[in-house]
């Protein structure tokens, strides 16, 4: 059985999806980009948006009842990836122990041209 789940502390979906689906124990979240909960962009470039972007999976994480621990798997879907270090530098933060599996990709271009996006797949 699966149940959405939402989280009041991120912008509103953009479209016909969910924050995040919880199937059983795991959680998939959709991708989240560097967005206050206003959906405004924050400021400080690819560091700044990379902060809020895993900001904002942490907060639909904690609305279904996971933890940044529990993340197994992340895609990043990145602008440019001469950010590339720079993403990794903020990214590494939000990890302790074991990294989770990750996969990341160069896209031609991101909903309202952000410069990152991030999606994550957590297991209790």
Known sequence: MKKAISAENVSKAIGPYSHA???GNMIFTS???GV???GKFVEGGIAA???QC????KA????GGFKMSDV???TVFISDMNNFALMNEQYAKFFDGAFPARSCVQVARLPKDAL???EAVAVK
Do not use: R
């Open 31 to 33: 991708g989240q980009m």
């Open 21 to 23: 689906v919880k199937t």
């Open 36 to 38: 206050t909960v206003d």
């Open 54 to 57: 895993l900001e904002n999976v």
């Open 72 to 74: 197994v798997k992340t």
């Open 60 to 63: 639909v994480l904690t609305a």
């Open 49 to 51: 948006q990379t902060v």
């Open 116 to 118: 990152v996006e991030i």
